[in-house]
């Protein structure tokens, strides 16, 4: 596998790493880094390693975010959502994967490719449903600072 994604439920769950020191009330995001180095120390050949971050602070507000660690083990965060205002949480992680593999295969450096999958992880939370419509217009804005508001 050369790109693995998830949050912390899915590295728990499937691959049986325990994130310390974290609660979903209160992100501790070098407990997320501590958790990709490990990652990647068990597995070497995958590429990158992102998670999502995720800060709950009522089930329609959310601060919204993520974390890779690239190859060549630089650990970067991406742009911080805060207070996004949920309507669908439901695909918001489809999304950011999405927005990520998409960045890589443009080409995108690793810090605008996890960028693009958190803000198309935001658009698709804050549309109902749990397939994205956003365009790559809307995602690009959204990370220029334009606000999460979709525009048709």
Not at 5 to 10: F, K, L, S, Y
Not at 11 to 35: H, I, P, Q, V
Not at 41 to 66: E, F, G
Not at 69 to 90: F, S
């Amino acid at each position: 596998m050369d790109v693995c994604v998830g949050n912390e439920e899915d590295f728990t769950a499937c691959l049986g790493y325990e994130l310390e020191d974290s609660s979903l009330s209160e992100l501790n995001t070098e407990s997320y880094r501590r958790m990709v180095d490990k990652v990647s120390k068990d597995y070497p050949n995958m590429q990158i390693i992102a998670s999502t971050l995720r800060t709950v602070k009522t089930a329609t507000v959310n601060d919204w975010s993520a974390l890779c660690r690239a190859a060549d083990g630089t650990i970067v965060q991406g742009m911080e959502m805060r207070d996004l205002m949920i309507y669908d949480r439901v695909g918001g992680g489809d999304s950011f994967a999405s927005g990520l593999i998409f960045g890589l295969m443009s080409g995108k450096d690793i810090q605008t490719a996890l960028n693009c999958g958190i803000a198309h992880g935001a658009l698709a939370m804050t549309t109902p449903g749990d397939t994205s419509t956003a365009r790559q217009g809307e995602v690009e804005a959204l990370m220029r600072g334009a606000g999460a508001r979709v525009e048709r």
